[in-house]
């Protein structure tokens, strides 16, 4: 089957039909068919170019469209995907090969030069790729035989095997995007990809419609179309659980899901997801670049009452940026929590807070938190810190923004002052969250280092982390960056959450993990029972 990039839908008033918004809207008819699944997510981004999109809910559709390389399996490990084999020839030299058999969606076989492309696109800065930082590392990509692409790295990096495996990763035609830069992700020029489903129509921030792509090399896709609504409000996406009119959901807030489960013919799953929140403090916006002001704010973040209020106890307060289970390869959990327990933590404390508020010797100070509208916990925990530091003479004032703008602000602002952060993790290795956000060379300028933090020792430690390979050296140059990051407090970790979703008791599907947003999720094991 051959896929047209333009959508099937015209027009405003198809958009207005297919709206939604705080109020259901009953799908069309082509949504009711049994060969049809309806599926649900917070929130859907204005653009299909992920690079300018990268959010959990942009891959919890784009991942059924775009592939790259490799890919993770369901216990988290890598696996082959495009590429059916690859080796690493030396300590910074990566030679992939592409399988036989695949391509895009209008039948026009990947190439070398495609993959090539699609991967050197995050390097141009004037791009503006989101995710350029798992790039930061690379030299050269290039198309070195027919079906065959090598990387060069600058320097040995542990990490990068990861890449090619999530959003960072994924292969776009080149002909398609280079052909038509100005509307490529627009309804207009809807991207081709590899993926078992296809895009046939767009309504940005409210639907997606994807086809089943006959010509996939991988497993069978079980359902011809998947309908995906954005339904931001958790109320009404339980009323149209509820209802019948969709047939699941990723990202149902945890602290709602006895709700959840407590529908007739529906079932709640819940596994780890890796995730932390936390804030950062700009080290170049005064007066946050004074340490007890740092202090005070971290003192007045009630973590634990932040957990049982918005997760139902559904996650942890964290004691650091990773979770434990980050470290897996490296460090047993539970060796991971002994050292954390070893750490100050920064205990709620009004008591302790206004101590070091007058240790810092400032006025107060006025400041905008920009927050994402799509996000079910942001607003909460910056609303009650805002109340508790009130007292100090700060004064937060929390700024609610599409999704999109948001990411875009901290990525290319400079004065930040305070930001608050989400992170979902792209693979599981400890050296993940401390490069993103505390190694000099991500500061936001670059990458995303909202707290413009720079450390000589910090980047020495993250340099052996990112070289090293055997597993104890790697864990004790983390626990170092870890110490240090703990004392300077250029981030504050706030909670480590669940991940939760509700399913049709009539289906199952085995790709729910702490990854489902950089995985074909509908071709793992998802059918009826």
Do not use: C
């Amino acid at each position: 089957m051959k896929y047209r990039t333009n959508n099937i839908l015209r027009g405003s008033a198809a958009a207005a039909a297919l709206a939604v918004t705080s109020t259901f809207v009953p799908l069309s008819a082509v949504a009711q068919e049994d060969d049809t699944i309806t599926w649900a997510l917070p929130g859907l981004p204005d653009t299909l170019l992920v690079p300018h999109a990268w959010s959990v809910n942009t891959g919890g559709v784009m991942s059924l469209v775009q592939e790259g390389l490799a890919a993770f399996s369901n216990d988290l490990a890598l696996k082959d995907g495009v590429a059916d084999e690859w080796k690493q020839v030396d300590e910074t030299t990566y030679v992939y090969n592409i399988r036989d058999g695949v391509s895009f969606h209008d039948g026009s076989p990947v190439t070398a030069e495609d993959v090539a492309f699609s991967m050197n696109w995050h390097l141009d800065p004037t791009n503006g790729s989101q995710m350029a930082a798992f790039y930061s590392a690379v030299d050269s990509i290039s198309a070195t035989a027919e079906g065959e692409v090598t990387v060069k790295l600058t320097r040995p990096d542990a990490q990068f095997v990861y890449t090619p495996a999530h959003m960072s990763g994924f292969i776009m035609k080149r002909e398609q995007l280079e052909n038509n830069p100005d509307t490529y992700g627009t309804p207009d020029e809807l991207p081709l990809g590899t993926g078992p489903y296809a895009l046939i129509d767009f309504v940005p921030g409210e639907r997606i419609l994807l086809e089943k792509n006959d010509e996939y090399w991988g497993p069978e896709p079980n359902f011809e179309k998947i309908e995906v609504l954005a339904i931001p409000d958790g109320q009404t996406r339980l009323l149209a659980m509820r209802n019948g009119d969709i047939d699941g959901t990723f990202g149902i807030p945890i602290s709602e899901a006895d709700q959840w489960s407590g529908l007739d013919g529906v079932s709640v799953e819940t596994t780890p997801s890796l995730g932390v929140y936390f804030l950062t403090f700009d080290y170049e916006t005064p007066p946050l670049d004074n340490i007890n002001v740092r202090r005070a704010i971290a003192h007045s973040l009630d973590r634990e009452g932040l957990v049982k209020a918005l997760l139902s106890g559904n996650g942890d307060k964290a004691l650091a940026i990773n979770p434990p289970e980050m470290w897996a390869g490296v460090k047993p959990a539970g060796e991971v929590r002994d050292f954390y327990a070893t750490l100050n933590q920064y205990e709620f404390s009004l008591e302790k807070a206004a101590e070091a508020w007058e240790k810092a010797g400032v006025d107060g100070f006025e400041m905008s938190v920009p927050v994402s509208s799509a996000d079910p916990y942001m607003s909460s925990i910056m609303l009650t810190l805002a109340q508790n530091v009130k007292p100090l003479g700060i004064e937060l004032n929390v700024q609610e923004l599409d999704h999109t703008q948001w990411l875009d602000a901290f990525m290319s602002h400079e004065d930040l002052g305070i930001q608050m952060r989400r992170y979902f993790p792209d693979y599981a290795d400890p050296a993940n969250y401390p490069f993103l956000f505390f190694a000099s060379e991500n500061a936001v300028v670059n990458g995303s280092n909202t707290s413009n933090y720079r450390s000589e020792e910090v980047d020495g430690y993250l340099s052996t982390a990112l070289r090293e390979t055997e597993p104890e050296a790697r864990a004790e140059a983390l626990m170092k960056v870890t110490e240090k990051v703990n004392a300077d407090l250029p981030a504050v970790p706030i909670f480590w959450p669940a991940s939760a979703m509700a399913i049709d008791s009539d289906l199952e599907l085995e790709g729910f993990t702490a990854f489902w947003y950089n995985t074909p999720w509908a071709v793992r094991g998802f059918e009826r029972r």
